[in-house]
């Protein structure tokens, strides 16, 4: 891999974020809408004396991390949407630019806007509602790790799908995750789930992340059990996706169907 043609497809994606509103909106302002929302919501339960200062804690670190989780899934999936809407697949894949270059490149920008999102989120749960996620963040960074590694996962596999059926499926890039959201316990213990749910919440790396984090804040320290769990699962679901991506990929090509995108 050449580092200049990375460092190209990094400087073409920060120049379009920075000059398109919508990107700006999907970085910034739904994890900040999601906070506030919720943050009120929490405020209200407890002003009412139906939750304690932890359960509080509970809920605003977990809508912290599935914004982080949901924004990267997302504009993984989406960074590529852009080049079909801008008719630019042709144009990239006609240079010496290999594919590995490209993700590794759209990688590092997620990444960024990812990191944008989460200090606008935390900053707002301080500044409104006096919960700071900064002196939790050395325990939660190896959850926080496996999270992204989940949603890295799920870009490609939604970007594999975009490649083979096109902008048919981009539905996909801001739905997929959403079905997640009910197993991967963010706002309550797995516990909680209906016996034949909990099984599918226990294959969901999303699900060990979160449990751990609610560990951690309720006191009972860092779990390896849910850290090395999240692992394990990541590894199948990463390897399963690349595969996939690259089974996809190539039939997209040796079908010609790489200059039919649309």
Same mark, same amino acid.
């Given at each position: 891999?050449? #580092? =200049? ?15 398109? @509103? ?18 009120? !919501? ?10 304690? /200062? ?14 982080? @989780?949901?924004? !990267? ?19 990239? %894949?006609?240079? /010496?630019?290999?594919? $590995? ?16 999102? *989460? *200090? +606008? +989120?935390? $900053? ?6 006096? &919960? ?7 325990? &939660? ?7 992204? *590694?989940? $949603? #890295? +996962? ?8 975009? %490649? ?15 079905? #997640? ?7 309550? /213990?797995?516990?909680?789930? /209906? ?12 699900? =060990?992340? &979160? ?10 320290? &860092?779990?390896?059990? =849910? ?36």
């Amino acid at each position: 891999m050449k #580092l =200049h043609r990375i460092n190209a497809v990094i400087a073409r994606h920060l120049y379009e974020s920075r000059r398109n @509103f919508d990107r700006v909106v999907d970085m910034i302002w739904w994890p900040v809408l999601d906070i506030v929302m919720w943050g009120f !919501f929490t405020v209200y339960l407890a002003d009412s004396n139906r939750l304690q /200062p932890t359960v509080v804690s509970c809920l605003l670190g977990g809508i912290i991390l599935w914004g982080t @989780f949901y924004s !990267f899934q997302r504009d993984m999936a989406v960074g590529f949407i852009d080049e079909l809407w801008c008719r630019n697949l042709i144009n990239l %894949f006609s240079t /010496p630019l290999t594919l $590995a270059e490209y993700m590794a490149g759209l990688l590092t920008v997620c990444l960024m806007k990812v990191m944008v999102g *989460l *200090l +606008a +989120a935390s $900053a707002i749960a301080w500044a409104a509602y006096s &919960f700071d996620i900064v002196p939790w963040l050395p325990k &939660f960074i190896p959850y926080m790790a496996n999270l992204l *590694l989940f $949603a #890295l +996962a799920l870009g490609i596999a939604i970007t594999g799908m975009i %490649f083979r059926y096109t902008t048919k499926v981009q539905a996909l890039a801001w739905g997929f995750a959403g079905l #997640l959201m009910p197993v991967s316990c963010v706002m309550y /213990p797995m516990s909680s789930l /209906p016996r034949w749910l909990q099984g599918i919440a226990w294959a969901m790396p999303t699900a =060990h992340s &979160f449990e751990g984090m609610r560990g951690i804040l309720n006191g009972k320290g &860092f779990s390896m059990e =849910h850290f090395w769990w999240g692992i394990g699962l990541n590894v199948v679901y990463f390897a399963v996706a690349i595969v996939f991506f690259l089974w996809i990929f190539e039939k997209a090509r040796s079908r010609g169907l790489l200059v039919k995108q649309d």
